[in-house]
C-alpha cells in the first residue's frame, strides 16, 4: 500500500504527486522523489521496478522479505535490508525495512512493523540544510530511526536478566528461573542476527571507498555504526552474562539440593532416635529392670526430648535446619 | 548414467545429441553443450575429461566423490563441488554434485542424491534470454536450486528443536529428550558441513577477481552468498539454542532430582510420625498411664492422624508435594 | 562547569583566560588553550562547539554521553571517548572522559567521575620540554593516567577472586561464593568493555598513518597501547580464570553432597541396626529362649553397641565420616 | 640408516648408486637423486648436509627430531616437516618424516613410523611421465602418502565415538564411558597437532608465490591442502560430537540418579508401610479390639499386602519402578 | 648489579672493560660491547641509559619491570621483554629479562630469575664464527636459551595432567583431584602469559621487513619462533585437556554419588526387610499361630536370613554392592 509520494529539492518539500507521475522529477539535479510504501504487493514493487529501473534481484529480494540485513550496490542505487525489533507484550516481533535509494530517489517499504516511519520524514523536513545533501541523508535518517529503536529493546532484555538474577539468588523456584533464562536466550539470538549484519553492512558506508549516494554524510553513518557497536557490545555482554546465569543457576540448584539432603537427613534423625529408644523398651526380655520402675515411662519420654533437643540444637548450629 | 545431453545457441535449445558428438559442438562462439550424468561410472567420467579436455585432478575427485563442497578453477574451467542434503524419514542424506563449466560446456553429474534436477533445465529453457549469459548462468542455476532445498532442512531442524524445547519445559522424561538434542546436534554438524565451505567457496564467485565464466552473472552468486549467509547464520542460532538447551535440560533434571527428593522426603515424614508414635506405646514400661485409659487406642490414632495432616499441609503449603 | 581555561606557548603557561577570549588565542604557532570542564551542560558544549568550531556529530556525543571508547577523527580535530572506571565500596563506577584536540586546543569534558585530573595539568606543567610537544601530549597525559587508573581496578578483581577462591577450597557455603563469583564476572563484564575498545582505539595512534596532532607522540601512545594490552591479558586471565572457578566450585558442591550422603548413611546406619535388633527381641514368640536368660538384656545391649561402635570404626576409616 | 639411494633422469631411474657419488650427480638438468634414509644417525645427516649443502638449522631440526609439521624455504630448498599417525592396538603412534627438496635432490629420512614408503617410490617409477616433474613431484608424492593415511585412522576415531554413543544410549556403565571419551579426545587432541600445522604449512605449496621447486606442480598441492581441510574439518566434528557427548553423557547419569532415587524411595515405601501398622499393632494398649479378634491377624496381613499391591501399581504406571 | 661488560670485535672477545669507558668503544664497525645486569638499580639502568643514548619510554619500562613479553624498534635500537619461567617446589616463578641490541651494543637486565645466563656468553665465545653476525646474534641465543627453558615446565605440566588424570580414574577423593586441576590451570595460565606475547613479538624478527640488527639472521629467529609455537601448540592441549579432565571429573563425581546412592539403598533394605518381619511378629493380636510354634522364632530368623542373603545375590549381581 502506497503511503506517501513527494517530490523534494533543494532540501524542501515541492509536492505530494501521484505515482504515476514520478518519473516526470527523476534526473533533475536537486530534486529527488521519496516514495513509501507498507506491506507492498508484488504489483506496486514491479511497478517502482520500472518507474525507478531498479535491479531484478534487488526487487526480488523485496518481494520474498526475510531477507538477511545487508547494504548492497546495484550501479548508481543502493540496496539496504535493515530488521525492526519492536516489543509486545515482552516478546520480540522482528518486522523488516527494504530501502532503495539512488541519486535522484528513496522508495521505502516496510513490513510487519507495528511502528511507522511517517517521523522521519517530519524531522527531515523540519531541517532542509541537511535534507539538501540528498537520497543519502534520507537513508540515514532511517537508518538512524531503526537503529535507536533497538535500544528500549536491549534495556528490556538487561532488565529482564537482572530480575532473573534477583529471583536466582533469591532462591525462587529453579525450574521458573531456567525457563526464563532460555526465553531470555531466544531473544537475545533474535536480536542478535537483526543487529550483527546490519553493523557489518553500516561499515561499508564510511570510510575508505564508499557508495556515490552516500559521500556527502559519511560521518553520520559512522555514528550510526558506532551506535550499532555499542549495542553489539551489549548484546555480548548480555549472552555471556547469561551464559553465566546458567552455570550459577545449575550451582545454585545443586546447592539447594544439598540444603534439602541435610535437612531432610535431620529430621529424619530427629525421629529415628526416638523410635529406636522406644523400640529397645518394646523388647520383651524378662528382666528388664528400667521397665519395672515408677518413672521409667516419663524418663524415657525425657531422654527422647533430650536426645532431640541436643540434636536439633547441632543441626542449628552446623545449619542444617 | 546419461540423463541428457544438450546443445544450446544464444540460450535456446538447438537439439538432443548422442555423446559422441559433443566435440563438434564445441568451440563455437555462444554455443555450449550441456551434459547431465548421474551415479557416473568411471569410464563415463573418461570419456568426458577427454571431450571437454578436463584436468586429471578434477576428474579424479569427481571419480571418488566424498569431496569438501569447493569451487575450484582449473584454467578456464571451473570445477564445482556441492553437497545435497535431503530428509529422509527425518534423517539427513548427503549427495554431492559436481559441475565442470568451461568456456562452451556444462558437465553436471550427481550421485546419491534422491532429488533430480531436470526442473533446472526446464526452468533455464523458459528463460532463454538469462541463458543467454552462458554456461556461468547454468552453473547460478543448479547452485540455486542446491541451495534453497537447504531451506526446508533448516526449518525442519528448527521445527525438532521447538518440539524438544516444548517437551523439555513440560517436563517429558529427560532421557528422550538428551537423545533427541544429540541427534539434532548430530543432524546440525552434517548440514554444517554441506553449508560452510560451500558459503565460502561462493565468496568466490563475485566481487574482485572472479572466474572469466562468471563474470557477467556476478550478482546472481552474491544472491546466492546472501542465501548461504543466512542459513549458516540458522545453523549457528541452531548451535547456540542448542547448546543452551542442553545445558538447561541438565539444569532441569537436577531441579526434578530435587523435587524427587523432597516428595520422597515428605511421604518418608508421613509415614515415619505413626512408625515413632506406635513405637512409644509398644514399649513394655509397668507404668504406663495412657495404655491403661478406655480411649488410649483411639486418641493415638487420631494423634497419627492429626501429625500427619498438619504434615501434609504444611508440605503441600510450602510445595515439596 | 567550568574548572580552568589556560593558554600555553612553547609548553609554559601563559596565562588563565575567561572562556569568551579563547578564540583570541587560536591559530597562533605554538600556542594552544586547554579548557577543562565538569559534567558539562549542554549550553557550555554549544558554546565550546563554536569557540572551536568542533563537529556537530562528536558535541551531540559528547552531550548524550554513554559512548562507547573510541578515537575518531573529524578533519583535523580528534574526538576521543574514555571510561573511567574508580572503586567504591567495592562496586565500580563507570565514568566518562570526552576529550577533543586540535591543532591549537585540547577540551576536556569529565562526566560520573569521583578523582579529577587536576593532578595531569600539574604534571605538563612541571615537563615544558614535553609539553612543547603541543595538544597530542595533553592527550598522552589523559590518556595515561586513565590507563593507569585501570589498574587498582584489575589488582582488587584479582584479590576478590584469590579470596574467593581460597573460600571455595577451604569448603566455605557454596552459596555465597557462587554470589560473589557471579558479582566478579559482572565486574569483569563492565572492565572489560571500558578497556576493551579503548585498546583498540589507541591502536590508531601510533604506527601507520597517525592523525597529525598525535604524530611527535607515537612512541608515547604506544606505550599506552602497550599498557592496555597487558590490562586486557589481565582481564583474559581473570575471565578464564573465573569460569574455571565457577564449574570447578559446582564439582565440589557434587563432591559436598556425595559426602554429606555418606555421612547422612553411617549416622542412618547407627540408628537402624539397634532398631532392628531391637524389633527382633520386640517379637512375642513363645519360644524365644534369649528373653528368658538373665543377661538376655544387657547382653543385647552390649551387641547393640559393639555392632554400632564395628560400623563407626568401619566409617571412620573409609572416611564417611 | 640408509635405505636407498636413486638418481632418476627424466623421470625414468637411470642406477642406484652409493651415496659417496651422490656429488657427481648434482647440479645436471633433469636428473635429480632421491636418498632415503631410515632412523638417520647424526653423522648420517651431516654427511648429507656436506653432499647436499644444506642449511644447519634445517639439518639440525631433523636430527632433533620432535618438530611441529611445517613447510621451510632454506635458499632454494624445501625442507618439509610432517608427522605419521599410525594405529596400533587402538593407540596412536605419532612419528616423523623429513623430507629435504633441492633442484636436484630428495632427501627423505623417517624416524619412529612403522610402515615405509618404498611404495610411493614404485608408484613414482611406474609414472615416468609425472615424474619428470622432478623433485616437487616427489614432495607431493610422499605427502600425498602421509596424508591418505591419516583417513583411517579419522575414521577409526569416528568408529570408537559411535560405539561409544551407542553405549551411552543403551545405559552402559557410566564410569566406562568417561574414560572412552576422554581418552578419545587425547587421541583427537594428538591427531590435530599432525594435521593442523601440515594443512597450513601446505597452504604454502600453491597459489600465490610458491617455491621454484613446486611451481610445476602446484594443482597437486591444491589436491592435498583439499585433503587436509576434509581431514581437519572430520577432526572438528569429532570435537564438537565429543564435547556434546560428554555433557550428555553428564545429564544421563544424573537421569540415571534420579531414576535410582526414585526406584529406591519406591521400594522404602513397600517396606515402610507394613512396618507402621505392624507398629500400631504392637501398641500394648489395654483397649484394642482389633487384636482380640479371630481374624484381626490375617486381616492386617491382607491389609498391609492390599497397601503393598496398590502402591506397587501406582509406581509401576508412573514409571517409578 | 653489574654482571660483566666486554667488547668484542670480529666475533671475539676483545677485553673487559669498566663500564666507564664504554663509549670509547662504541661506534667502531665490528666492535660491540655486552652489558648484562641483574636486578638493575634506577641508577644504574640512568647511565646506561646516557652511555647508550637509550629512549626514555624503554628505559622506563625495564625501571618498572612488569612489562608484558614484546619486542619494539625505537630508531636502531631494539627494546626486547621477555619473561623467564622457572619451576621453584613445581610452583612457577616468572622473571624478566630486557634486552636493549643496537647497533653496537647489547644491554641485556634480568630480575627475579634463579638461573643466570652465563652459559650464554660462553656458548658465544665459543662460536665467534657466528657471533660475528654481531649484537643481532646475541639477541638469538639470549632468546633461545630463555625460551629452551620453557620446554622443562611444559613437561613437568603435562607430568601433573597425567598423574591427575591416573588418579580421577583410579577414584581418588575428589576433592583434590578438583583443587590439583584448578592450580595446574593456574599455572597454565602463567605459562601462556610469558609464551603467548612472546610468540607473536618473535614473528617480527623474521620475513618481510625486519629491524636492521637482525637481518644477518633472521632463519634463526624463524627458529625461535618455531619452538613457541609448539610450545603453544602445547599449551593449547594442556588447556583443551584440562577443561575436558574438569568436566569429566565432575561425571565421575556424578557416578560416584549414583554408586553411594545405590550401595545405601542396598544396605537400607538389608536391614529394612528383618526389621518389618519382626515389627509383624512384635503385633500383639490375640490369635497369631506362628508365635505359638515351638520353632516359630528360629523359622522367622532364617526367613530373614533367607531374604537378606536373596538381596545380597540380586545387588552384586546387579553391582549395586
Redesign the interface.
Known sequence: MLIRCVVYEGGRKVADIPKEEIHLHLGQPGRFVWVALRDPTPEELEEMRVQFDL?E?AVE?ARHGN??P?V?E?GDCIFAVMHTVELEDKELVVGEVDVFVGPDYVLFTRQRTKLGFSGVRDRCEREPQLMKAGPGYVLYALMDTIVDRYFPVIDQLEEDLEEI?DRI?QGA???KN??D??AL??KL?VLR?AVG?LHEAAGKLYGGRVPEVVIGTQ??F??IY?HL??IN?SID?LR??LT???????????????E???R??S???L??????I???????????P????????PA??AVMAIADGYLLYRFKKG?WI
Not at 553465566?244 to 544439598?258: C, D, K, R
Not at 525421629?271 to 529406636?276: D, G, K, Q
Not at 528400667?290 to 515411662?297: D, M
Open positions: 535491479h534481484l529480494d531477507q538477511r545487508k548492497e546495484y538474577e539468588f523456584p529453579a525450574r531456567v525457563e533464562l532460555y536466550k531466544r539470538v542476527h549484519p560521518d553520520y559512522r555514528d558506532d557497536f555499542r557490545q555482554s555471556e552474562m553465566t546465569a546458567i552455570s550459577v543457576n545449575l550451582s545454585l540448584i545443586s546447592v539447594h539440593e544439598n534439602t539432603l541435610k531432610l537427613a529430621y529424619g534423625a525421629v529415628a532416635i526416638p523410635t529406636m522406644a523400640g529397645v523398651y518394646g523388647m520383651n526380655f524378662d528382666v528388664m528400667e521397665l519395672r520402675w515408677a518413672y521409667g515411662y524415657t519420654l545449619g
